[in-house]
């Protein structure tokens, strides 16, 4: 099968067929389909399109590049965001779902753009391994039901190999190849069920309405037809999830929720919310209704706590890392408050400005080869619709030295904004099914 052929179809808008799909991926895989080859056909899918049986093609294809996990037990059910400012909902959801009766192999990633990566909130927990061989996968998920780690070299390689390429060639902007790019990873790991969590605002990579939902729709009818049941909610994102951003403090703030020390109330309804529906498609609870009450009581019993603690403690973190977290998390040099220049009520914020101060920080990455500083972002970020009076704090900024500290104060009072009064708005925008 000649490559280029495959490519001259789809560049004048033809269909491929889903074994002329595979041939491609096989050829993404192993190498004998060049980087030339591989840019052209991406360009080709940008400019036309592709339907759905191509969609779900490619990313059965993808996910069948590497291994795909197999499980002695389940349901197996896993939740991905799209990503947003202060979203921590993954760190408390995968124990609580697993104390519910799921099996939750979670393979999450790093920070993308302006957004903070589950990964690196953890790689904050010295000790924490997330890039386990399969053999202590597996240990750990039958000692605890659930591994919140990173993507190994076995699962979904021709999707590694196809997004460095697309990254150089002005190709990341594709539905298509967003949606088997993001399902091909998860569905390696064997799942039954899968929700997803689709960001829509200021903060989130989809910041109109109709293209959260475009995405929503093609994430779940390409899952559906690859065989998982999947369904997505589409959150607000116009301010941060948790009253935190940065990797550290973002996970201070999970460690608070899981306790009880603190629960901020939108982190509490998204989590639940996503909870819920997971445990509905998973076959564990028969709708939503006593699906939060299972989620709710995960929570309110310690349960979910002490198994994010013995998961944490199983891939090499502090055994005490709830109990003792400040013991293990240190705090950036500099701090400072940022406080209100006048009378008002918080309206909002520019959750994506808030991303990219945390990024100049140092908290996130301008390359792929950066550090981060996982001590560094904001804390005590004061909700919207609180009124607030000249010199209250808005929030706290923790940085690697004191001029930073500054240039940070700064950014965070142009993204928030103060006013008369806040707008009504759902946090739970659509129900994709």
């Not at 991926?25 to 399109?49: H, K, R, Y």
């Not at 209100?340 to 991303?355: C, F, K, L, Q, Y």
Request: charged residues 20%; proline residues 5%.
């Amino acid at each position: 099968m000649l490559y280029q052929e495959l490519i001259r179809r789809k560049r004048d808008g033809q269909r491929l067929t889903p074994a002329e799909i595979a041939a491609l991926v096989q050829g993404m895989t192993d190498g004998t389909l060049g980087d030339a080859q591989l840019g052209a056909f991406a360009m080709a899918v940008v400019l036309n399109g592709m339907g759905l049986t191509e969609r779900v093609a490619l990313t059965e294809a993808m996910r069948d590049s590497g291994d795909v996990l197999q499980w002695d037990s389940g349901p197996v059910l896993d939740k991905h965001s799209t990503g947003g400012i202060g979203d921590t909902v993954s760190l408390m959801l995968a124990p609580a779902l697993a104390v519910c009766g799921a099996v939750v192999p979670m393979i999450s990633g790093r920070g993308l753009g302006h957004t903070g990566g589950t990964l690196d909130k953890l790689e904050a927990i010295p000790g924490y391994n997330t890039t386990p061989d399969l053999r202590l996968l597996r240990q750990v998920i039958g000692m605890t039901g659930c591994a919140i780690i990173g993507q190994t070299g076995q699962l979904a390689p021709a999707d590694r190999r196809f997004y460095a390429v697309r990254d150089v060639t002005a190709t990341v902007e594709s539905l298509d190849l967003i949606t088997a790019s993001i399902l091909s990873k998860k569905l390696a790991a064997g799942l039954d069920a899968l929700v997803l969590d689709v960001k829509c605002g200021s903060g989130a990579f989809m910041a109109d309405l109709a293209q959260a939902k475009a995405l929503a729709r093609a994430l779940v009818d390409v899952a559906n037809g690859a065989g998982c049941r999947t369904s997505a909610l589409i959150t607000d994102m116009n301010t941060p999830l948790a009253p935190a951003a940065g990797n550290a403090l973002e996970l201070l703030v999970a460690l608070d929720f899981l306790t009880g020390r603190a629960v901020p109330p939108r982190l509490w309804d998204v989590t639940c919310a996503l909870g819920a529906e997971g445990l509905v498609l998973a076959g564990l609870a028969p709708d939503t209704a006593p699906g939060r009450k299972m989620i709710d009581d995960a929570f309110y019993s310690g349960r979910a706590a002490a198994c994010f603690g013995q998961m944490v403690a199983a891939l090499g973190g502090p055994r005490d890392l709830l109990e003792n977290p400040t013991t293990y998390i240190s705090p950036a040099p500099a701090s400072l408050e940022v406080a209100a220049p006048h009378d008002g009520v918080i309206t909002g914020h520019d959750t994506r400005a808030i991303g990219l101060a945390v990024i100049e920080l140092g908290g996130g990455r301008r390359q792929p080869t950066d550090r981060i500083d996982p001590r560094v972002g904001f804390s005590d970020i004061l909700p919207e619709g609180t009124h607030v009076t000249r010199g209250d704090t808005l929030a706290r900024v923790h940085a690697a030295d004191d001029a930073t500290a500054r240039a940070a104060a700064q950014s965070f009072l142009a993204a928030c904004q103060i006013g008369g009064a806040a707008a009504a708005r759902p946090l739970i925008l659509d129900h994709i099914t």
